[in-house]
């Protein structure tokens, strides 16, 4: 469902012991020992939930009819296609008789979160590695039609008219739709249309569809040290993937780190997954500037039509995220 944007949260609720076991017996997975919210659920959609067998995480109150449908698809293909551990077996219950909305019970992955600790500055590099080397694993995934699953006919719906059209259209209709919200001047209008008129004839030439993540960010990332070293040791929330142009996955990563001050920690992450993807780097940056235009747009507007602006509220679109835009040229260089 990459083409729409989910504000707000959707929050399981105060759920008791009994509806958790009664889920537990449905999928014959033991006797119920303890349950708690996660922190870092952003749509409130989750818990964990422990019981006899293993522990699991819940993710319930669907954002959009088939939701949990849908990410059972890309975790099952992604756990066949890839060496990449996501959440499988990915059990969803389509009926609403135990909670009162459908659900989806995964294993918990082991692991902590990029943000959890103190981790030492060789590490983080180490990490930036493994990161876009999941990436290329995970983009391994080709398919032949660019689209969208749809859990209904469980087939690809292939966006309307071509992929590069698809893709400049929404966000064109995001910039737009910022002007309810903020100041979009004709400067930013103009600077966005240049970015897109300079990449145009890339995207027109691009015809290697691939699994796009869509939501490739440390929150939904797992890292572990065992023998051998640091490990990505899970990656879930497939809410947002699709199948387009693999590039897409980097703007949300690239911006963490510039938000963070670690460019340094950009840059290796950037390089690392052009040399093991093997893409030509003049073609990724102009490729890569119009999926970081379309994130800080979608970024922009969000954080003004909530009021949670953490930036010079002064600054211009076009002078806020042009450091974004151009962090790959300057990065790469």
């Not at 870092?40 to 939930?49: P, Y």
């Not at 909305?101 to 990029?114: D, T, V």
């Not at 930013?188 to 490739?216: K, N, Q």
């Not at 001050?261 to 040399?275: K, N, P, Q």
Request: with cysteine; glycine share 6%.
């Amino acid at each position: 469902m990459s083409t729409k944007i989910f504000f707000g949260s959707h929050p399981l609720g105060k759920i008791t012991d009994g509806p958790l076991q009664r889920m537990l017996d449905r999928f014959d997975l033991g006797e119920l020992l303890s349950s708690e919210k996660t922190a870092n659920g952003v749509l409130g959609q989750t818990m964990f939930v422990s019981s006899s067998t293993r522990e699991y995480v819940l993710k319930g109150n669907p954002i959009f009819q088939g939701q949990f449908v849908e990410e059972k698809f890309f975790a099952e293909n992604l756990r066949k296609r890839t060496k990449v551990p996501v959440p499988v077996p990915y059990m969803v219950d389509e009926s609403d008789d135990i909670f009162g909305w459908p659900y989806a019970l995964m294993p918990r992955l082991s692991g902590h979160h990029l943000t959890t600790g103190d981790i030492q500055a060789p590490d983080q590099i180490k990490m930036a590695e493994l990161l876009a080397e999941a990436l290329v694993e995970l983009h391994k995934w080709k398919v032949d039609q660019y689209g969208e699953f749809n859990p209904e006919t469980h087939t690809v719906r292939p966006f309307k008219g071509s992929y590069q059209s698809w893709l400049y259209n929404t966000i064109q209709y995001w910039l737009e739709d910022a002007k309810k919200y903020s100041e979009i001047t004709s400067k930013d209008v103009g600077w966005a249309e240049e970015i897109l008129d300079c990449s145009r004839e890339t995207f027109e030439h691009l015809h290697s569809p691939a699994f796009v993540m869509g939501d490739f960010k440390p929150e939904n990332i797992l890292f572990q040290s065992g023998r051998k070293g640091w490990e990505v040791s899970g990656v879930f929330d497939f809410t947002n993937s699709y199948f387009g142009d693999p590039v897409a996955d980097l703007p949300k990563m690239t911006a963490f780190y510039l938000d963070n001050g670690e460019e340094e920690l950009a840059r290796t992450f950037l390089s690392v997954y052009i040399r093991n993807a093997g893409i030509n780097k003049d073609e990724f940056v102009k490729r890569f500037k119009v999926h970081m235009l379309h994130r800080r747009m979608l970024d922009w507007g969000c954080a003004k039509a909530i009021d949670q602006v953490t930036w010079d509220h002064d600054l211009s679109f076009s002078d806020w995220a042009e450091r974004f835009t151009d962090s790959a040229a300057n990065l790469l260089n």
